[in-house]
Structures are given as structure tokens and as C-alpha cells.
């Protein structure tokens, strides 16, 4: 996969991904809420998702909204031994994001293979923006194998979205 980026961009937001990706654009999506999935050629995806910001009043602050989002994660049926790694306050244009590292366990069902256990990595930056009225999230789950570095590229991405 090459280093070079393209521009996603859609009611006045935007975000860069990797060129030669699948972008996939959920059909339901209104400028107020909606989500899009980048599709890397390793069967790795990235999610970009937006919603109205009043819906998220209820959380104080950021840090809120990514609890509310881990705590959904870890009580999901297929997800074991969940831990969080690390959460970090970090810069999107002018706005005070968190970016999130997880740990968990996913349990797969196969129909021949009974159950079995996957180590996962998940990644994810929560972003509030008052001036366009939305909250954003960027995550994925990403593999730690292999010679690319899939986290750099998150990171590159979640770091090049323009909320307004």
C-alpha cells in the first residue's frame, strides 16, 4: 500500500484516506448523522462516523462520549477480557479530540470451528464540533502483524478530518 492519500468530503466535512481504498457510503446518511467505511486492500477498515451534537449534550465532555463508547464495546456478546490501553488528549484543527487504544478478545463462531478466541486491536478518536453541530468518530480495528503500519495511517487520517 502506497503512502499517497485522497480527500473524502461530504456536507462540509472532510477527511483524507488511503488512495485505492473501497469507500463505502452508508445509503441512510443525512448530513446530520451517518457513517462511511474505508476499506483497505487487506480486508482492514477504517469507520468515519457523524451525528447531531445534541444528541450527544448528555456527555459533559469528550471524554464522556468515549466511556459511553468503550463501555458499548465491552458488554458486546462476542467480546472478551476487554481492557483499555491508552487514551490521549490530542489537537484536530482547533478542537481537543481523545484518541482511544483497546484491548480485547473477539469470539468467533464457525459452523465447523465451534468457537474460538481473536486478539483485536481497537483505535478510535472522538471529536465534538460546535460550529458545525456534529460529533465525529474515527475507529477501527487494526492488525499489530505485518510490515505496514496501520496505525500511522489511522492516525493520519483521524488528524486530517476538517469538521467545518
Not at 483524507?16 to 469507500?23: F, K
Not at 453541530?133 to 503500519?149: A, D, H, M, Q
Request: glycine share 8%.
Amino acid at each position: 500500500m502506497g503512502d499517497g492519500f485522497e480527500r473524502f468530503s461530504v456536507y462540509g466535512f472532510s477527511i483524507d484516506y488511503v488512495r485505492g481504498s473501497r469507500v463505502e457510503f452508508n445509503p441512510k446518511s443525512r448530513e446530520v448523522e451517518g457513517d462511511v467505511a474505508f476499506h483497505f486492500p487487506e480486508k482492514v477498515k477504517v469507520f468515519l462516523s457523524w451525528g447531531d451534537l445534541e444528541k450527544a449534550a448528555g456527555f459533559q465532555t469528550v471524554g464522556n462520549h468515549v466511556d459511553h463508547s468503550l463501555s458499548k464495546v465491552k458488554s458486546a456478546a462476542n467480546v472478551r477480557n476487554f481492557e483499555e490501553i491508552s487514551r490521549t488528549k490530542i489537537q484536530i484543527r482547533s478542537h481537543e479530540a481523545v484518541y482511544t487504544r483497546a484491548r480485547f478478545d473477539e469470539i468467533i463462531v464457525g459452523l465447523l470451528s465451534g468457537r474460538s478466541r481473536k486478539p483485536r486491536e481497537g483505535h478510535s478518536v472522538h471529536l465534538h464540533c460546535p460550529k458545525s453541530e456534529r460529533y465525529f468518530v474515527v475507529y477501527g480495528i487494526l492488525p499489530k502483524e505485518g510490515t505496514y503500519s496501520y496505525e500511522e495511517t489511522f492516525q493520519k487520517m483521524a488528524k486530517s478530518l476538517k469538521c467545518h
